[in-house]
Each structure stands twice: as structure tokens, then as C-alpha cells.
């Protein structure tokens, strides 16, 4: 879409690029009218940079920053990253949104020096902020006092909220924000990566399940991501050796500080029945769903603030497990329809949703699956994101 010099202007300010938030900003550049510019922080995603919790150092192999306009702004910390306040501290940041006059502010988190300072200079410029954060409460005991007050008056210097989901809307409202400020702009991911059709990528998961000695017969569960306990890969290996159903697998992509216990403790399984993967980047991830029947994402964790792994394996037909703690829950996984959820607070929750998952009929639930997906898409986030907008600038 050719860019109109007249066309309404929307800054977006993001930490860093990322494999879910890259693929939409050129999506809206080739289908939407606004005129958009994104202000990085820091340069992981795009650099190799190493993650704690992967324990390894990699760069995402998917085209990050072709088709929309960007800038890097210098990041100045001594500590650059988003585990910590000022990771992001960005001096110049105001005064190249100032030169870039934006009609908007699509603004990521408030949790950095960076993004307040964003956040003040655009109400004292009158510039209208839109806010996106997926932040949620569950499993959370009711904030403080203290806590509560902060954030009433944090959010009440936004304009407008693009919230992702279910229990993020619960978020905002519990701290004061209007229903009339809340736009349902869904989290998403490129799904014309996460292709049920596309022979490459059947192939490969068909070469992968023939390596690992997985048969047709064989029900493969998935865990796919980081293996720290937060994600509880231990309780699943656990789950999984405690269910007597034979023509079964479960299978580890990934890596992180669990890897030693999980070999000790799969060591108990019998022979072909766990594996391991390693980590494996964007482009292959595909396969890795593909070669599954069911994917899992069992986190107990708080900051499991969504769970885009849900999208993905859902783009791809694949009905998942989760807890209950997990943020997309409530919009995508519907226990025996879309997928399995258990309680984290019930000690046999996981086991049993396991063995659910486990003797389902999965041809049947394909066509709830994808009709669930079908509404969580770039096209869906753009028209929240575009009323959000509309809501605030006044031409």
C-alpha cells in the first residue's frame, strides 16, 4: 500500500522486534491506511543475544524488519534488557517522536524508564497514548493498597487500551479503566507460517516422526518452549509416567535449567517413549507441531501472561492442554472442545487432563479448533487496534 503523506500518523514503541509483533506491523503497513513508525529500544531479536532461561544465545531466523518503517533508538543502560526497570532507558527517545509528530501512540508495557517517559511527555505534548499489555491477575492475591492506587493512576493518563483477552480486560477494569476505553484487539500470530497445507512443512514433520520412531498410532504430546519451572516440563514428564496408556510419546523441543532433571527422570520411562529436541528457531517450529497430536502448555507460573505457543499449534490443528493459570485460557482452550485445562491448585489436575487428552477422539475436535483460531488473527487485532485509534485522534 502506498504511503500517503496526509495519512493519519500512529508511533509505535516497542522494546525490541519479536517473531509475533514484527509480522503485524508490516501487516498493517500493507493493509491499513495509517501511516506508521516503529521506535525500538534495543536490538535483541535482531542480534544475537543470549536468553537466561533458553540458556543459549540465538537471533530469530524470520524476516523481523522489512516492510514497515523503523528506527533503533540508542539504549543507554548498562544493563540493556525488559528483566529490569531501567534495561530500557532511551534519552533521546521524546525528542525523536517530537520530530516524527505523531497523530497517536501505540505504547508496548509501562514497566521501563523509557516507556514513562514516553507516557508523560505525550500528555504534556497532548498526544493521545494507546496502551497494549497483557498483564493478568490469576493466581494473584488482591494487589496492595499501594499497588492498586499506582496503577488507577497510571492508566489513567492513556487514552485508550488495545487489550488481548479475556482476564487482560478483567486486568484493566479491575484497576479502574472505563469499558469505553477498551478495545478487543486480540493477540495473534503470522498464521501464513502456521500452515496445515504446506508441504514442507508436512514433510518435515513426517521425516521427524519417523526419526524418533513415532508410528501413526502413537498419541505425541508436545512441550515446546523454555524448560524452567514455571512452565512445570517436570510435572508433565511426571503426569506422563504415571498414565498407563502404552501408545504414547511425549516430546521435549527446547531448553533451559530443567534439562538435567528431565533426562534423569525420563530415564525412568520405557524405551521410545520421551524425547528430546533441541531448541529449535521460528522456521522450524511448524513441523514441530505438525508432528504432534497435542500440544501442552501445563505453567503454573504468573508471568504466563498469554501463551502465543497456543495460537500456533491451534493454526496448525492441534488442541492443547493448559492450566488455568495460563492467560489465553479463557478465550481459546475449552476443556473437551478446543483442548484440556486442570487446575494448578489440584495435585491430580494434570494427570487427569493427560489421560483426557490421551483417549479423546482428535479428528472430531479439529473442526472447534480452527474455528476458535479463526477470530484471533492480524486482521482481527488491526480492526480493534484501528477503533482504539479512531477513539482518540480527531482530525
Known amino acids: 500500500m502506498a504511503v500517503d503523506a496526509h495519512a493519519p500518523r500512529l508511533a509505535i514503541v516497542l522494546s525490541h522486534p519479536t517473531q509475533y509483533y514484527s509480522p503485524w506491523f ?17 536490538e535483541a ?7 537466561p532461561h533458553f540458556d543459549t544465545t540465538f537471533a530469530w531466523d524470520v524476516d523481523l524488519l522489512s516492510g514497515y518503517s523503523y528506527e533503533f533508538v540508542p539504549n543507554t543502560s548498562s ?11 532511551n534519552p533521546t527517545l ?3 517522536l517530537a520530530a516524527w509528530k505523531p497523530d497517536a501512540i501505540l505504547l508496548f508495557g509501562y514497566a521501563y524508564e523509557s516507556n514513562l517517559r514516553v507516557l508523560f511527555w505525550a500528555r ?24 492498586r492506587l499506582l496503577l488507577r493512576f497510571l492508566f ?7 487489550y488481548v483477552g479475556a482476564v487482560n480486560r478483567d486486568y484493566f477494569t479491575t484497576f479502574g479503566v472505563p469499558s469505553r476505553k477498551l478495545f478487543f484487539a486480540p493477540h495473534a500470530v503470522d498464521d501464513s507460517r502456521f500452515n496445515l497445507t504446506d508441504e514442507r512443512t508436512i514433510n518435515e514433520a513426517t521425516r521427524l516422526r519417523h526419526e524418533l520412531g513415532l508410528g501413526r498410532e502413537t498419541r505425541v504430546i508436545l512441550f515446546a518452549g523454555k524448560w524452567v519451572p514455571a512452565k512445570q516440563p517436570r510435572e508433565l514428564l511426571e503426569a506422563f509416567l504415571a498414565l498407563d496408556y502404552p501408545k504414547s510419546a511425549l516430546v521435549f523441543v527446547g531448553d533451559g535449567e530443567e534439562r538435567d532433571a528431565l533426562k534423569t527422570l525420563a530415564a525412568r520411562a520405557p524405551a521410545g517413549r520421551v524425547h528430546f529436541l533441541p531448541f529449535a528457531n521460528q522456521s522450524e517450529m511448524p513441523s514441530r507441531y505438525l ?10 507460573g504468573l508471568y504466563e501472561t498469554w501463551g502465543l505457543a497456543i495460537n500456533e499449534a491451534m493454526h496448525l490443528g492441534r488442541p492443547c492442554l493448559v492450566s488455568d493459570r495460563v492467560g489465553c485460557q479463557r478465550d481459546l482452550v475449552t476443556e473437551g472442545k478446543t483442548g484440556w485445562v486442570f487446575s494448578v491448585d489440584d495435585p491430580d489436575g494434570l494427570k487427569e487432563a493427560l489421560a483426557r ?10 473442526p472447534a479448533v480452527a474455528s476458535r483460531i479463526s477470530g484471533y488473527t492480524y486482521s482481527e487485532s488491526t480492526a480493534g487496534l484501528l477503533d482504539a485509534f479512531g477513539s482518540v485522534h480527531r482530525r
Do not use: N
Not at 544493563?79 to 532507558?89: I, K, P, S, V
Not at 505534548?125 to 492475591?141: M, Q
Open 45 to 51: 531479536g535482531s542480534t544475537a543475544t543470549r536468553d
Open 156 to 162: 489513567r493518563q492513556f487514552a485508550a487500551f488495545a
Open 79 to 89: 544493563r540493556a534488557g525488559t528483566y529490569h526497570f531501567d534495561g530500557l532507558r
Open 291 to 300: 508432528m504432534a497430536d497435542v500440544f501442552a502448555l501445563p505453567s503454573r
Open 26 to 42: 508490516r501487516w498493517l503497513a500493507q493493509h491499513t491506511a495509517l501511516r506508521l513508525h516503529v521506535f525500538y529500544l534495543w
Open 94 to 96: 521524546t525528542r525523536r
Open 357 to 366: 487428552a490421551c483417549s479423546a477422539d482428535l479428528e472430531a475436535m479439529k
Open 124 to 147: 504534556r505534548h497532548g498526544v493521545p497514548v494507546i496502551f497494549r499489555g497483557d498483564s493478568h491477575l490469576l493466581g494473584r492475591a488482591r494487589p496492595p493498597l499501594r499497588t
